[in-house]
């Protein structure tokens, strides 16, 4: 049965750094891509950042480039976003789940969710 649990996140300053992550049960991480995804309140959901089932490949979207970074452990079944200078727009919800490289910002592609980990970026 497929299975998302996210963790790490948590109330953090401006400008902190928090590391989250994504544990995957009921498939192996390395044969699929896998993307971290976010909702603020009141907002859609978005793409945030993705690494292909390799991990030789990422991608951020342009709100999180040179802040945000995704990586993976197989071994673990694990994937990662390690997010500096985080910002109060960084606010939201987030979520991984997995796809195909070629339409992982496509969010129609995805008809499962897990409970996701809260940040919450604040003075």
């Known amino acids: 049965q497929l299975e998302f649990v996210e963790s790490g996140g948590g109330l953090v300053q401006p400008g902190g750094s928090l590391r989250l992550s994504c544990a995957a049960s009921g498939f192996l991480l390395n044969y699929y891509a896998i993307g971290w995804f976010r909702q603020a309140p009141g907002k859609e959901r978005e793409f945030v950042a993705a690494?292909?089932?390799?991990?030789?490949?990422?991608r951020n979207a342009d709100s999180v480039k040179g802040r945000f970074g995704i990586s993976k452990n197989n071994a673990k079944n694990t994937v990662y976003l390690q997010m500096n200078n985080l910002k109060p727009e960084d606010t939201a919800v987030y979520y991984c789940n997995r796809g195909t490289w070629a339409t992982m910002a496509d969010l129609r592609t995805y008809d499962y969710w897990g409970q996701g980990t809260q940040v919450t970026v604040s003075s």
């Open positions: 690494i292909t089932w390799s991990g030789r490949s990422t």
